[in-house]
């Protein structure tokens, strides 16, 4: 499912930048983030499949899940806006401000917000919850958290079909798994460092795992694509959706570097790992490591204004 707004493939840049350049490293970032203004990054990926299963079924009406601030949330009101569908976002927290800069965005593109407390949104995987939505909302099509199942995974394997260098590392911010599951299930040879944006992130290798086996189901397979998956769990700075200076520091010095705009949650995070792994670097052998860009930069303002200052 295409659509003449999308810029697919999309670009892998190349960017000069003096930590990189000094470690004879040639740094390109995965301008995922181009992919479209509202639906962009691993989001797009995720919702591809995911929007045309829907639209297979015959459903008008999509239902997923996510935080106040969620770009999937964002991401999935633009989708089914743009293809004319209806959807529906369930929001953790009775509380959570449907004002907000994500929200607000959301319900003008025609999302439904229903907000539930945070006890119950433990409950959103299992079937039994799934049935008490449909009962509220009558038919949809259901979309997990942050797109992550099959069809999600399947979105995100494109990527590397669009890599079209041998790179020695490619670096992407994690959540749930399901973009580095794609990586790894497609990956012709490279390492892949997948960078926790949540605290204790070193659950994300079992992710990722799991789901690779559920499509190789060959136990050698899966083991030779996991030897070259890494999970770095030391870049969280404090968990999900948490900063300090060092990051807002680095996430603007970047900017200043290369003119790419990099979001605090996810890419920041990856970037900024990245950066750390390269001061590592004993040699100055040259290699190629590409910097995955998952787009999210819609959330920047309600970050801002919970800084009190701007990034850029």
């Not at 979001?263 to 004993?282: H, I, L, R, W």
Request: net charge positive.
């Amino acid at each position: 499912m295409t659509h003449s707004a999308f810029k697919i493939p999309s670009p892998l840049q190349e960017i000069a930048h003096p930590l990189f350049n000094e470690k004879g490293i040639s740094l390109f970032v995965k301008r995922d983030d181009l992919i479209h203004p509202e639906i962009s990054g691993n989001k797009w990926r995720k919702l591809k499949y995911n929007i045309a299963v829907a639209q297979h079924k015959g459903v008008d009406t999509v239902l997923t899940y996510g935080g106040a601030h969620s770009n999937h949330i964002a991401a999935t009101a633009a989708a089914a806006e743009l293809y004319g569908m209806k959807s529906i976002g369930i929001i953790r927290a009775l509380d959570a401000d449907i004002n907000n800069p994500t929200l607000s965005y959301a319900r003008s593109a025609g999302m439904h917000i229903h907000r539930v407390s945070r006890e119950e949104f433990k409950n959103i995987d299992s079937l039994d919850y799934l049935e008490s939505m449909k009962s509220m909302f009558g038919a949809f099509y259901n979309i997990p958290q942050g797109g992550a199942n099959y069809y999600g995974i399947q979105g995100c394997m494109e990527i590397m079909g669009e890599i079209k260098i041998k790179a020695q590392r490619i670096f992407i911010g994690c959540g749930t798994g399901t973009t580095l599951s794609g990586l790894a299930i497609a990956n012709p040879g490279m390492d892949l460092y997948g960078v926790s944006a949540l605290k204790g992130g070193a659950f994300l290798r079992g992710e990722v795992e799991r789901k690779v086996d559920s499509v190789y189901k060959d136990t050698e397979t899966t083991a030779s694509q996991m030897e070259r998956v890494h999970i770095i769990t030391d870049a969280h700075f404090g968990g999900y959706a948490k900063i300090k200076p060092e990051l807002v520091s680095f996430i603007r010095n970047f900017y200043t570097e290369t003119g790419i705009k990099l979001d605090p949650v996810y890419t920041g995070k990856a970037a900024f790992a990245m950066a750390e792994a390269a001061k590592k670097k004993s040699d100055t052998h040259a290699e190629a490591w590409i910097l995955i860009h998952t787009g999210g930069l819609q959330g920047i303002p309600a970050m801002e204004r919970k800084m009190g200052s701007t990034f850029f």
